[in-house]
C-alpha cells in the first residue's frame, strides 16, 4: 500500500468482490481489474479478518463493511502486497452485471 493506510485509517470502507481462498486458507475478497481487455487482467485481492466466516464459498459475490487493518499478507501468485480489512458486516450479492471493473 503506497502510503501505509494512512489515506484508511479512521474511515469505514466498503468493498465489492468475491470470495477466493488465500494461502493460509483464509478468504480473500478479489476483483479482476481490466486495462484494455480480458488479456491484461489481473487480480486485485484484499484479506477479510474480524466478522467474516471463513464459511463462505469461494466465487460468492459479497459486500463487505469494514476498516482498515494494518496487517498485510503476499499474493502468492504475483507476490503483491494484500492489505487487510476488518470486516464489521457484510451481504451476499446477485452475481454483477460487470464483473470487471
Known amino acids: 500500500m503506497f502510503d501505509q493506510g494512512k489515506t484508511f485509517t479512521g474511515r469505514t470502507i466498503e468493498l465489492t468482490g ?5 494461502p493460509d486458507g483464509r478468504p480473500l475478497l478479489a476483483r479482476i481489474v481490466l486495462a484494455c481487455c480480458a488479456a491484461d487482467g ?3 485481492k484484499v484479506g477479510l ?6 464459511t463462505v464459498p469461494v466465487n460468492t459475490w459479497v459486500t463487505v ?10 499474493d502468492p501468485v504475483n507476490g ?3 492489505p487487510y480489512l476488518q470486516v464489521t458486516s457484510w451481504h451476499q450479492i446477485p452475481l454483477p452485471d ?4
Not at 65 to 74: A, H, I, L, R, S
Open 80 to 82: 503483491a502486497a494484500v
Open 98 to 101: 460487470q464483473q470487471y471493473e
Open 65 to 74: 463493511v469494514g476498516t482498515y487493518d494494518p496487517k498485510t499478507g503476499k
Open 42 to 44: 489481473r487480480p486485485v
Open 18 to 22: 468475491f470470495v477466493t481462498e488465500g
Open 49 to 54: 479478518d474480524g466478522t467474516f466466516p471463513t
